[in-house]
């Protein structure tokens, strides 16, 4: 079954970088869109980026266009979240999606889901 497992979540200042991973499993990749999501406590679950199975074409959040950006290599099963310049509102868990398509979607309409990683980004 196809597995997704996030990594590089953690604590950062304000102004910072960090630089998610998600690894995944159990079907053929580079066939399949990608997705990051974040959910803050209190709030519902929001849109932060996507990209289409061969990652020639990606799309952004509007809080995040500008300091994240979403990549992606087939030959390691691995997308990943480059966050820049980070801000106390970035904080929440990030998660990673697997949609059964070649492109992306903003809504949660994806079909396998990551646990989870936390970012906490202090002032």
């Known amino acids: 079954q196809v597995q997704l497992v996030e990594s590089g979540g953690g604590l950062v200042q304000a102004g910072g970088s960090l630089r998610l991973s998600c690894a995944a499993s159990?079907?053929?990749?580079?066939?399949?869109?990608m997705g990051w999501f974040r959910q803050a406590p209190g709030k519902e679950r929001e849109f932060v980026a996507g990209i289409s199975y061969s990652g020639s074409r990606a799309y952004y959040g509007d809080s995040v266009k500008g300091r994240f950006t979403i990549s992606r290599d087939n030959a390691k099963n691995t997308v990943y979240l480059q966050m820049n310049t980070l801000k106390p509102e970035d904080t929440a868990v990030y998660y990673c999606?697997?949609?059964?398509?070649?492109?992306?979607?903003?809504?949660?309409?994806?079909?396998?889901w990551g646990q989870g990683t936390q970012v906490t980004v202090s002032s």
């Open positions: 999606a697997q949609r059964n398509a070649f492109y992306p979607t903003t809504t949660s309409d994806y079909n396998y």
């Open positions: 159990g079907r053929t990749f580079s066939d399949y869109a």
